[in-house]
């Protein structure tokens, strides 16, 4: 079920590109191609150049908090309240020493960094939570027909909390095999939040190129 989320993310990061005309002069729009670049990269490698079957944990214990590093960066650019800026900042900075430690001193070898992955995972959910929030304050106000950035926001919190308990358990499923059923039952969630999210930022980005505006 999961062999064809590559290619959604691929179409996802061109569809980005395609939009960067209409997306250049927003501070946090703007650095979703650089975003879905790093995520394309990381799917290439594994499927042209890693070993197959081989499970690379260590490319995606760097690539994956630098990910959430650059949302919590978007998300910074994107809140306006102060206060709100002061937490995302003090989050990466966080993100980024809490995954150095546990890297080095915590990790077994060929796991995964869950235990970044999961502070970051909740990182970035308080963050698009936070921006959604802002939005939504005036609801009189808000034009849900004029806001790609809301659905963006809200496939991606999606995503985040369904694939959450999948990748958490990551090392325990797949070194214990007798819960085989379990496994495939977190795969199939993970692989369809995929494509809702990806299938949404490449209809969102098209929809910006069609109006020519993003905001």
Same mark, same amino acid.
């Given at each position: ?14 569809? +980005? ?8 002069? +927003?501070?946090?729009?703007? &650095? #979703? ?7 394309? *990269?990381? /799917? ?13 944990? +260590? ?7 630098? $990910? ?20 995302? *900042?003090? +989050? ?9 430690? !546990? $890297?080095?001193?915590? *990790? /077994?070898?060929?796991? #995964? @960094? ?45 995503? !985040?909390?369904?694939? &959450? ?6 090392? %325990?499923?797949?070194?214990?095999? !007798?819960?085989? @059923?379990?496994? $495939?039952?977190?795969? @199939? ?16 980005? *098209? %929809?910006?190129? $069609? ?5």
């Amino acid at each position: 079920m999961n062999r064809y989320i590559p290619y959604f993310e691929f179409a996802a990061f061109l569809s +980005s590109l395609l939009a960067f005309p209409v997306i250049k002069n +927003s501070k946090y729009l703007r &650095l #979703f191609p650089v975003l879905l670049l790093m995520i394309v *990269l990381v /799917e290439v490698y594994q499927l042209f150049f890693a070993a197959k079957g081989s499970v690379n944990a +260590s490319m995606y214990n760097i690539m994956i908090p630098m $990910q959430y590093l650059l949302y919590l960066i978007i998300f910074y650019l994107a809140v306006n309240q102060p206060g709100y800026k002061r937490f995302l *900042l003090a +989050s990466a900075v966080v993100l980024v020493a809490f995954s150095a430690v !546990t $890297q080095v001193l915590f *990790l /077994e070898e060929n796991h #995964f @960094n869950v235990l970044a992955y999961c502070l970051g995972s909740i990182l970035v959910i308080i963050g698009s939570i936070m921006k959604l929030y802002e939005m939504l304050q005036n609801p009189t106000d808000f034009n849900f027909l004029r806001k790609p950035f809301f659905y963006m926001l809200f496939a991606f919190l999606l995503f !985040t909390t369904g694939t &959450l308990p999948y990748f958490a358990m990551s090392n %325990w499923l797949y070194i214990v095999t !007798t819960y085989k @059923n379990i496994l $495939q039952m977190l795969v @199939n969630v993970m692989s369809i939040m995929n494509y809702v999210l990806y299938t949404t930022y490449t209809v969102m980005f *098209l %929809w910006m190129i $069609q109006r020519k505006d993003y905001s």
